[in-house]
């Protein structure tokens, strides 16, 4: 009876191994598949995190954090994540939209506390929903480091910041569109907009990051590299760390919040930019907590128009992965390169990002990122 017992008990663990490593995937031939892209390409150093059937299954490090020091890149090292950043923005507006502080619908002349209206359509009001959308159409000619490109009172040529169609009728990415949310929440809540998304999300998800630099160990920040095709080599770009320490000092709240650029400052490791991401996956929940309710995840996540596929800072393709349509956000600038994608359906996501590699794209992706997704699915989803 005992010896049957411990038999049964040995038969149960091998098995439960055996489906652990099934559903963990094959990451010895993920890991070579990655070092293969990066001979191919130049590239400095990727970090990568995979979520499947909702958890966090595999997390790895390639390259280099610093070329000068010959540091290793690690699992927990700190990126600009650049343009992901956008949908920390838009989460805490639908906090405040849930909470009845706002409402998405509401004249973003109103909110930001000057006017914002396309001269050529003054009398179409430009809402909150359409300046998360990119329908708002604003654009970056003007600048978006200082709410002072678009304010009439403060730029002589503020129409220029203005597209010639009519807003709600077309889309362009606008980073200044992001800005002014940013400077919104600040109006609204009373709160810094960095201490906002700390306070509202990245703590209530136990993760570590920020916009603020100051705020996080400077030793865990990745160096960006900027790759120059023409001399085939990389180029430090200490801007993406700026602290920007004395416009700090006379911060005007509700109106200096572009500084902690809410359109692309979040600093974050992969792994926990991935378990954010769960949450979004998870429509709007992840470790018991949740963060927005499932109608304003999936409002996120529904693309206002096919053509563009763009959400609310969530975007929608089919190009990243042949056959899946993908919900998430990408991020390129000093040289960085990121993506964050997801399947909510079947409980799937990828997170992969650069602190520089060869700039090249393919149908709209960064190559290397590109690559790197589907050498992940490949072999750590798929089988």
Aim: proline residues 3%; aromatic residues 10%.
């Amino acid at each position: 009876m005992y010896r049957s017992s411990c038999f049964s008990f040995i038969v149960t663990a091998f098995f439960l191994l055996f489906l652990s490593l099934h559903s963990a995937g094959q990451p010895d031939k993920a890991e070579a598949a990655i070092r293969d892209i990066m001979q191919q390409s130049k590239v400095v150093g990727l970090s990568v995190a995979v979520v499947k059937k909702g958890k966090l299954i595999y997390t790895h490090s390639f390259g280099l954090k610093d070329i000068d020091s010959n540091t290793p890149l690690t699992d927990d090292c700190l990126f600009r994540i650049a343009s992901i950043s956008k949908s920390f923005t838009a989460t805490s507006i639908m906090q405040l939209a849930e909470a009845k502080k706002l409402s998405l619908d509401d004249d973003i002349s109103d909110l930001v506390g000057f006017s914002i209206r396309n001269p050529k359509f003054p009398n179409t009001v430009i809402t909150l929903r359409m300046v998360l959308a990119h329908r708002s159409s604003i654009n970056d000619s003007q600048g978006y480091f200082t709410l002072d490109a678009i304010n009439p009172a403060k730029n002589p040529n503020w129409a220029n910041c203005y597209n010639a169609y009519e807003p709600g009728n077309g889309y362009q990415y606008c980073n200044l569109n992001y800005n002014m949310a940013g400077t919104i929440i600040e109006k609204i809540t009373g709160e810094r907009f960095d201490q906002y998304v700390k306070h509202h999300i990245l703590d209530r998800l136990g993760l570590y990051g920020g916009y603020c630099v100051d705020s996080l160990d400077a030793s865990r920040f990745v160096t960006i590299y900027e790759y120059d095709d023409s001399v085939k080599s990389f180029k430090a770009s200490p801007n993406a760390y700026a602290p920007r320490r004395e416009e700090i000092a006379k911060y005007v709240m509700g109106y200096s919040t572009p500084i902690f650029s809410p359109t692309g400052g979040m600093k974050i490791s992969a792994t926990d930019l991935a378990r954010y991401m769960t949450m979004h996956m998870n429509r709007g929940k992840a470790n018991g907590k949740r963060i927005i309710k499932k109608k304003s995840a999936i409002s996120m996540q529904t693309a206002l128009s096919e053509k563009e596929g763009y959400g609310l800072a969530i975007s929608t393709t089919a190009k990243l992965i042949a056959g899946k349509t993908l919900k998430g956000h990408t991020g390129s600038a000093y040289g960085l390169y990121s993506a964050m994608f997801f399947h909510p359906e079947e409980k799937f996501g990828i997170v992969v990002i650069s602190n520089g590699c060869h700039p090249g794209y393919t149908d709209g992706f960064n190559t290397v990122i590109r690559k790197t997704v589907n050498a992940l699915y490949e072999q750590l989803i798929v089988k």
